[in-house]
């Protein structure tokens, strides 16, 4: 293994309990998102750069159709000007 890989190696963060709230995190969005009517199937935690140890894991959110991106942004606009 090279210095340059085993250095980048090092840099990985592997305790997998790192991270404990990013699932409580994807639940509260989805449960704040479902309260505005909204529902992205695809919200999830980003299993491979949770599992993988990454400092920073990713949520999916997903793709959605234009309905949902609709109800989303007009959330987001009633939200911001409150």
Known sequence: M????HTHAN??????????DVPDCVGR?????EAN???LPSL???LPTF????STPLVALGNC???TAQRLTEA??????R
């Open 44 to 46: 999830g935690v980003d």
């Open 51 to 54: 599992a993988g140890g990454w």
């Open 2 to 5: 090279s210095d340059r890989h």
């Open 11 to 20: 840099a990985r963060v592997h305790d997998h309990d790192h991270h404990p």
């Open 29 to 33: 969005l989805r449960a704040a998102l």
């Open 76 to 81: 987001l606009v009633r939200a911001a000007i």
């Open 37 to 39: 009517g909204i529902t």
């Open 65 to 67: 159709n234009a309905e």
